[in-house]
């Protein structure tokens, strides 16, 4: 916020301060989605690998008549193999939310840095 | 200025930084002010400078009532008839010393490709042509001081 008083200090009016933020804001949403896509990427290439399944276990029938309930109760199994959705969309979405929340944010302070006087921005001690 | 006056509110205190100020500086005098510390010569100077607005009153630079200026005429005032060079520098810390000037050059719009040639023309001149890729914490507060000078004085080169 300080630097932004510096800023208009120095002749940059609310538009400029504005679009720089927004700028630096597009850059960090598009860098960090860049590393999301990377890193899901490389856990969704993990988890296909290592294929860990789970396992859960359920009753079924039994009952308590006659107290033989144990006896004609049978026990299920089910398996699942665990995999991680790879798909183009799922990626390109990912990453639009990335970029999308990083202007939003961006945008947000932007319009509030940008609002202040210059002195009063710069009586803002970080 | 005629009758300025600045308020600030601190809680349910107010504070009266500037009283009701008559003041009058021609084209060409060099003035000087003085007071002790908390007395207000910082939120006089910023309402001179149009970096803010009096609380009441009026304060007029070539004529013209800064209170009926927009944010635009504001900043291309600051940009092309005021300079600051503060108590604390204000070197935004995570540029260098070239790109700070270059900062204070980005608003005219200057091409890109004189932008770094101004920008170095001017540290040359305060004899910092030598350091222009230091970040100011790798500056002396001498150093930075004469930074925020050559950036300052680029509002006469625009």
């Known amino acids: ?12 009016n609310q538009w400029l301060v504005v679009r720089q933020v927004v700028g630096e804001s597009l850059a960090q949403g598009v860098a960090g989605g860049l590393l999301g896509v990377l890193l899901g990427i490389v856990i969704a290439t993990a988890i296909g690998a290592f294929g860990p399944t789970l396992t859960a276990n359920s009753r079924v029938g039994g009952g308590d008549l006659l107290g033989l309930g144990d006896v004609t109760a049978r026990t299920l199994t089910d398996q699942v193999a665990l995999t991680a959705p790879d798909a ?4 390109l979405a990912g990453l639009a939310l990335a970029v999308a929340g990083g202007l ?4 947000a302070g932007a319009l509030r840095a940008a609002r202040l006087r210059p002195a009063d921005a ?5 | 200025m005629q009758g300025a006056t600045r308020c600030f509110q601190r809680g349910s205190t107010t504070i009266e930084a500037v009283a009701g100020v008559d003041l009058s500086i021609g084209a060409g005098e060099f003035v000087a002010l003085e007071g002790p510390s908390g ?5 006089l100077l910023q309402l001179l400078g149009a970096l803010d607005r009096p609380t009441s009153g009026k304060v007029f630079f070539d004529g013209r009532d800064l209170g009926d200026l927009g944010d635009r005429e504001l900043a291309d005032l600051r940009l092309r008839a005021f300079g600051f060079v503060f108590q604390q520098f204000n070197l935004i810390p995570t540029l260098t010393a070239l790109e700070n000037v270059e900062a204070a050059l980005a608003p005219a719009k200057v091409p890109r490709r004189d932008l770094r040639e101004r920008s170095l023309a001017l540290l040359d001149e305060v004899g910092l042509g030598g350091r222009s890729s230091h970040l100011p914490a790798h500056l002396s507060g001498g150093e930075q001081q004469r930074v925020a000078i050559a950036l300052r004085s680029s509002w006469n080169r625009v």
């Open chain 2, 39 to 43: 007395s207000g010569k910082t939120s």
């Open chain 1, 1 to 12: 916020m300080h630097e932004f008083g510096t800023l208009k200090a120095l002749g940059w």
């Open chain 1, 88 to 91: 183009i969309t799922a990626v």
């Open chain 1, 104 to 107: 939003i944010a961006g945008a």
């Open chain 1, 122 to 126: 710069l009586r803002n001690v970080e």
